[in-house]
Nanobody, 116 residues
Framework: QVQLVESGGGLVQAGDSLRLTCAASGRTASVHIMAWYRQAPGKQRELVAT???????DYTDSVKGRFTISRDNAKNTVYLQMNSLKPEDTAVYYCHARSYTSRNYWGQGTQVAVSA
């Protein structure tokens, strides 16, 4: 099992920055890909960014150039640096981990609210 705990959400104004942190514990050696998802009210959960064990990253188009995902394998931690935040970035952000055997793990989520 892998446990994920997110932190760093909050209420900010448009144009501000936030950094989300996801701390992983448990069988972290089994984790291959980590990601951030988000879910806005009334919408489906969407993939925001992914990062592999070796640091390969990918982003959804709406956050490219504004968000940066990174990981510190020694600390079993993944970060999401969010710059130039927009009201449409308002959502609950979830940390996700996928193991080499394709098991999926989720954190409890952290709320990000961006006011205009």
């Amino acid at each position: 099992q892998v446990q994920l705990v997110e932190s760093g959400g909050g209420l900010v104004q448009a144009g501000d920055s936030l950094r989300l942190t996801c701390a992983a514990s448990g069988r972290t050696a089994s984790v291959h890909i980590m990601a951030w998802y988000r879910q806005a009210p009334g919408k489906q959960r969407e993939l925001v960014a992914t990062i592999t064990w070796v640091g390969l990253t990918d982003y959804t188009d709406s956050v490219k150039g504004r968000f940066t995902i990174s990981r510190d394998n020694a600390k079993n931690t993944v970060y999401l640096q969010m710059n130039s935040l927009k009201p449409e970035d308002t959502a609950v952000y979830y940390c996700h981990a996928r193991s080499y055997t394709s098991r999926n793990y989720w954190g409890q989520g952290t709320q990000v609210a961006v006011s205009a």
